[in-house]
C-alpha cells in the first residue's frame, strides 16, 4: 500500500505571522507535527511508500522529514505550480497512483487520530471513502451523499432534488485499489489537458463516482467515522478548535514517543 500526502498549497486562508508562512503539514500540536502524526500512522499501518506532494517551502518539509529517522520510505515530487489546483498536484504524483497496490490518497493539513485512520486501511484491496455525518452545515464541508450504500455525489454544493438517504462531510483522505487509481490519474490528466489545472481534486474523484453510477466498474465502500474526532486546517480558527477541542480527544500522543524509537 501506498500513500499519496498533498502538501503543496501555500494555506492562504490561514494567517501566520510575516516572514514566518510555513506548510500546514508543519503545525504542531502537542508534541508532533500534522506530518509525524501522518507518518506515525502510515507506519503503524505498514505502508510501504509515502509519497509527499510537495510546492509551497518545499525544501521546510525536506528538511522535517529529514530529522525524522523513524519515516517509512519517503519520496518528495514537486508541484511548481501550487498557486493552482489540486488536482494538478494529483498529476504531479501520476507515477506513484499508477505503479501498483491501493493507494491512498490524503490531504496533510488534517489532525486526527486513530478512530479515523483505521477504517481507511482495514481489509485487503479496496476502494473506500470516509464520511462524518456529524458536519456544521455551510458552503466549506465537501458533501458525501450516499444512496443505497453507493456515494452518489461528491462536492461542496449539492444539487437540490438530488436522491439520497445519507449525507456527510468527506474526510479528506481516500483509498483506491490498482486499477480505479490508475483511472483517477487518467481524468486528472484530462483535467489538466482542458485546462482545468485549477480544479480542487475532489472534483475529479467525484467524476470517478459519477462514472461508476454509468458503468459500474470501480466497487466503493463508504466507511462512517461519525464521532471520531478530527478537522481540517483551513483557517486560523481551525488553528484553535484544533489545539482546544481535538488534540485533547486524540488517542495516538502517547504512542509517538515509541514510534520514534523503533
Known amino acids: 500500500m501506498r500513500a499519496i500526502i498533498l502538501a503543496a498549497g501555500m494555506g492562504l486562508r490561514l494567517v501566520q505571522p510575516e516572514g514566518q508562512q510555513k506548510p500546514k503539514c ?3 500540536f502537542g508534541d508532533a507535527s500534522l506530518l509525524e502524526r ?7 499501518a505498514n505502508v510501504d511508500e509515502v509519497v509527499f506532494v510537495t510546492g509551497f517551502k518545499s525544501e521546510q518539509i525536506e528538511a522535517e522529514l529529514a530529522s525524522i529517522d523513524w519515516k517509512p520510505k519517503t519520496e518528495i515530487v514537486v508541484n511548481d505550480e501550487f498557486t493552482l489546483g ?3 498536484s494529483v498529476h504531479t504524483a501520476r507515477d506513484a497512483m499508477t505503479r501498483g497496490g491501493d493507494v491512498l490518497l490524503m490531504d496533510a493539513d488534517v489532525l486526527y487520530d486513530e478512530r479515523i485512520f483505521a477504517p481507511l486501511v482495514a481489509g485487503g484491496s479496496v476502494n473506500r471513502l470516509l464520511i462524518d455525518r456529524d458536519f456544521e452545515a455551510g458552503d466549506e464541508p465537501v458533501k458525501l451523499c450516499v444512496e443505497n450504500g453507493v456515494p ?6 449539492v444539487a437540490a432534488g438530488l436522491k439520497y438517504d445519507t449525507i456527510g462531510e468527506s474526510v479528506g483522505f481516500f483509498r483506491f485499489d490498482q486499477a480505479t487509481a490508475t483511472r483517477l490519474a487518467d481524468i486528472c490528466a484530462e483535467y489538466v489537458a482542458t485546462d482545468r489545472a485549477k480544479m480542487p481534486h475532489e472534483e475529479a474523484v467525484r467524476d470517478l ?15 462512517d467515522v461519525t464521532g471520531a474526532p478530527w478537522i481540517e486546517i483551513d483557517f486560523q480558527n481551525d488553528v484553535k478548535r484544533a489545539a482546544d477541542e481535538v488534540l485533547p480527544q486524540l488517542n495516538a500522543l502517547r504512542q ?6 523503533q
Do not use: T, W
Open 26 to 28: 508543519l503545525l504542531r
Open 256 to 261: 509517538f514517543a515509541g514510534a520514534s524509537q
Open 86 to 88: 489540486s488536482v494538478l
Open 209 to 223: 463516482l459519477l462514472e461508476n453510477l454509468q458503468n459500474p466498474s470501480h466497487v466503493f465502500d463508504i466507511a
Open 152 to 157: 452518489v455525489e461528491l462536492r461542496k454544493q
Open 38 to 44: 501522518h507518518l506515525h500512522f502510515l507506519k503503524s
